[in-house]
């Protein structure tokens, strides 16, 4: 009995040990800190059935030499499904470039942090808010938002 309880404990700990190995989190690339707004960034909010779009524009500041790539980060909050936050750019080139879209409450409400190639030429940052409840009625409160946004330059 006892080298059944021991094998059985041996077995138990190293299923535990090999399990935790698969959630590691990969370290963050590290990076500098462009851009930083603290609490609400913006929101979109309707009291009925119809659609919204809110965009928030990164000043044009930014120095984005000497990075190849950008992090974008941000928390996202929405009550109802039919919301979607988008990150875009422009260039001189090309407007409109969508480099990271969540949809639906599920996806929308997390932590977001995505890394992308930076264009030679930014023009504009944008994070976009959008809400069309595919459910409601009379005077509900439905909305999309964002807060702590930070953009970071990867090199």
């Not at 609400?40 to 190849?68: E, I, K, M, Q, W």
């Not at 929405?78 to 879209?101: C, K, L, M, Q």
């Not at 808010?129 to 439905?142: A, D, R, S």
């Amino acid at each position: 009995m006892k080298k059944i309880r021991f094998t059985l404990s041996i077995f138990i700990a190293a299923f535990f040990v090999g399990s935790c190995g698969e959630d590691l989190v990969q370290p963050k690339e590290s990076g500098t800190l462009l851009f930083e707004k603290s609490g609400l960034v913006d929101s979109a909010v309707v009291y009925g059935c119809y659609a919204y779009t809110v965009r928030y524009f990164v000043p044009d500041t930014l120095d984005l030499n000497g990075y190849s790539k950008m992090r974008v980060e941000f928390d996202g909050y929405a009550n109802s499904d039919g919301s979607r936050i988008s990150i875009i750019y422009s260039t001189p080139d090309t407007a409109n470039v969508f480099v990271y879209e969540v949809e639906d409450q599920l996806q929308v409400n997390k932590y977001h942090s995505h890394s992308f190639q930076k264009p030679a030429n930014v023009i504009w940052i944008e994070l976009r808010l959008y809400i069309n409840p595919p459910v409601c009625g009379t005077n509900e409160f439905k909305y999309a938002r964002a807060r702590d946004l930070k953009v970071y330059g990867l090199r």
